[in-house]
């Protein structure tokens, strides 16, 4: 007679996913009551588009690889690839790429919804989570930039904060364009894995985000993260230039080309 093995569902989470109570859900819900409110006030659109996206769709976060299953979960529907958005932006694009004749320029949307992300997960960083986002599509006004601004801070006051608890951060893809152009960065991957490295300033300071411009960077566990592989120079004067703490207005409008 042979024992029955014991097959009961484990009762542990998958790493990098939480169950949520009441309590937490009831203050997120009053955040994006008032986030809606805001949103409404400046004539942003609601738009809601599927957790899943033709994994090419999404093509810029996947690996040269021939099954995209870094980054993302992906599964093979027939003869094409399917991926859980990775964020917001992407979807928005295809959305308005099949809807650009219909849509009002510029189009404003907001959109609120779970995304999922295929890395390793760490104290705060779940692979599951809600983001939010609020974009202007078909204008380059800097007044929509001014505009969006003036926005998050009517949002941040209307959820509890005061003027003296936050600042809102502004940056141009047009000053990392003009600095890849003196370094003469031209290769697209090498490019993102730069710009990858920046966003981690204030999370690993400039020492750590040095690794990743260079070769690479090993964290506290061993797992290693190759780098965009610039020279020590070009590194040097990235560092140079983005520490800068009060550039010259005129160096400022000369980069933006204000419209």
Same mark, same amino acid.
């Given at each position: ?33 008032? @986030?809606? $409110?805001?949103?409404? #006030?400046? !004539?942003?659109?609601?738009? *809601? ?5 033709? +994994?090419?769709? /999404? ?46 320029k510029p189009f404003k ?42 926005? @998050?801070? $009517?949002?941040?006051? #209307?959820? !509890?904060?005061?003027?003296? *608890? ?5 940056? +141009?893809?047009? /000053? ?30 400039w020492s750590g985000v ?43 409008i000369q980069i933006l080309?204000?419209?």
């Amino acid at each position: 007679m042979t024992k029955e093995k014991n097959n009961k569902p484990s009762k542990e989470l998958p790493l990098g996913f939480v169950d949520r109570q009441e309590k937490e859900l009831l203050v997120r819900d009053f955040i994006i009551s008032n @986030i809606k $409110e805001v949103m409404i #006030k400046y !004539g942003f659109q609601y738009l *809601e588009t599927p957790s899943f996206e033709y +994994s090419d769709s /999404i093509g810029k976060f996947l690996p040269d690889k021939e099954r995209p299953d870094e980054g993302v979960f992906s599964f093979k529907d027939e003869n094409k690839w399917l991926s859980l958005r990775y964020d917001l932006t992407a979807p928005l694009a295809r959305y308005v790429a099949k809807n650009f004749l219909e849509i009002p320029k510029p189009f404003k949307r907001y959109q609120l919804g779970t995304v999922w992300r295929n890395e390793k997960p760490g104290p705060g960083r779940f692979r599951e989570f809600l983001q939010f986002d609020a974009d202007y599509v078909g204008t380059k006004s800097l007044q929509a930039d001014a505009e969006l601004c003036v926005m @998050i801070s $009517e949002i941040l006051e #209307k959820c !509890g904060l005061s003027k003296s *608890e936050y600042i809102i951060k502004i940056s +141009s893809r047009k /000053i990392t364009e003009e600095l890849f152009k003196k370094i003469n960065i031209k290769d697209n991957q090498q490019r993102l894995t730069t710009l990858r490295a920046l966003d981690k300033i204030d999370r690993l300071g400039w020492s750590g985000v040095k690794e990743l411009l260079g070769e690479g960077r090993k964290d506290k566990s061993g797992d290693f993260t190759k780098g965009a592989n610039l020279n020590p120079n070009d590194v040097k004067t990235i560092e140079e230039t983005l520490k800068k703490s009060s550039p010259k207005t005129e160096d400022l409008i000369q980069i933006l080309k204000i419209f």
